[in-house]
Each structure stands twice: as C-alpha cells, then as structure tokens.
Antibody, heavy 118, light 112 residues
Framework: EVQLVESGGGLVQPGGSLRLSCAAS????????MHWVRQAPGEGLVWISR????????DYAGSVKGRFTISRDNAKNTLYLQMDSLRAEDTAVYYC???????????WGQGTLVTVSS | DIVMTQTPLSSPVTLGQPASISCRSS???????????LSWLQQRPGQPPRLLIY???NRFSGVPDRFSGSGAGTDFTLKISRVEPEDVGVYYC?????????FGQGTKLQIK
C-alpha cells in the first residue's frame, strides 16, 4: 500500500525555520518525481516545489523561491522541505504528493500544518 | 501561468440527483504530445485531496463510475451522475500541461 506521511510542522515565529519530512512507503520512491503543495486555511491548493527522481533538478514557486529548499534521500525513502525566512503568509497545511507520468498526483500525504505567528 | 477558473464555486444538490462542475483554462491544455493533462480532485472535509479523474476523462483506480470527466481545449466538466452523501466536499480541477501546475479555486458540493 502506498503511503506518504508528513511530519515536522508546528508553530514558528516570523523569520524562523522549519524542516518538513515526507516518509514514503509501499512503492519504489526513487522512481517518482515528488512535489509539495500547500493549502492556506480555508483556501485552495497551491503548488510549491518539485524534485526529480535523483534530486538533481528542483523547481519552486515564485512565492518561496530563495527561501525554501526541496531535497530527497532515496536511501531513506524520504522527501524534505527546508523552509527558511518564514512569513505569516506561509501558514498552511503542507502536502507531499507523488507525481505520475500521466501528469497528475495519484497519492497525497495527510498533510502537516505550519503556523507562522508571533 | 495557466489560470484555472471553476464554476460554480458552490453547488447545493439533492441526493440522488446529478451534479456538474465546470473548469475553464486560460490556455489550451492540449500538450505537444497530444495528451490533455487535466485532472479532477476531491477533498472531503478534514482530508487530503484524492484523485478522481486524470488526463481529462480517465477514472482513477477505485473511483465510482458515477464520476466522469469530459471536455477539450480550454473547457472541461466533471459530472456526478447521482450524488451520494460521501460526495460532499470541495472539488478541484488541476492542469499539468504547462509548468507550473495550477489548480482551480475549488467548488464546494453541498447537500440541499
């Protein structure tokens, strides 16, 4: 069974940092591009970042570029999102998602809540 | 970025009756490879999104056949043939034809 389990969310002050993890199981993690998508409270879904299968290629939304870093450890079947210089507007549930070649996300984690507030 | 616009934003429906959600993209979603990378997602209250339809009209594994996707170019529709209580939630269209991936703003399906 495919599972994606996020962790690492919590309350952080503006300007602070957090590192999110997404533990994958039930599939060959190293064969899939992985993405992060976030959802602010009561709002819709917003794509944040993606990483290719071996971690050599990454992309970011403009709103987080230069502040967030996506990475992966295929030996540990884990995806990461390092979030620095956090702002109030980064408050959201962060989901990791597995991307298929058919251009969609077939599995999502349950999400981890990040709250940026003083 | 491609803008995805859904209508309506809220849809009260009667159990057992059909429901329809529209999604319009600001550019054609036909990829150079001939595929249309338009998906529909369902998000039940308190849950993560769940894939219903991919590549415009393909039902994902385990999705009931009362859900169907159709459309072409820039106009797409998700139809539920007979709404069940478990269909309550927010529905999103999503395009992956052009980077970055973008989502519609969501349509809230409620029971009358």
């Amino acid at each position: 069974e495919v599972q994606l389990v996020e962790s690492g969310g919590g309350l952080v002050q503006p300007g602070g940092s957090l590192r999110l993890s997404c533990a994958a199981s039930g599939f060959i993690f190293s064969s899939y591009w992985m993405h992060w998508v976030r959802q602010a409270p009561g709002e819709g879904l917003v794509w944040i970042s993606r990483i290719n299968t071996d971690g050599s290629s990454t992309d970011y939304a403009g709103s987080v570029k230069g502040r967030f870093t996506i990475s992966r450890d295929n030996a540990k079947n884990t995806l990461y999102l390092q979030m620095d210089s956090l702002r109030a507007e980064d408050t959201a549930v962060y989901y990791c998602a597995r991307r298929l070649a058919s251009g969609t996300y077939d599995y999502w984690g349950q999400g981890t809540l990040v709250t940026v507030s003083s | 970025d491609i803008v995805m616009t859904q209508t309506p934003l809220s849809s009260p429906v009667t159990l057992g009756q059909p429901a329809s959600i529209s999604c319009r993209s600001s550019q054609s979603l036909v990829h150079s490879d001939g595929n249309t990378y338009l998906s529909w997602l369902q998000q039940r209250p308190g849950q993560p999104p769940r894939l219903l339809i991919y590549k415009n009209s393909n039902r994902f594994s385990g999705v009931p056949d009362r859900f169907s996707g159709s459309g072409a170019g820039t106009d797409f529709t998700l139809k539920i043939s007979r709404v069940e209580p478990e269909d309550v939630g927010v529905y999103y269209c999503m395009q992956a034809t052009q980077f970055p991936i973008t989502f519609g703003q969501g349509t809230k399906l409620q029971i009358k």
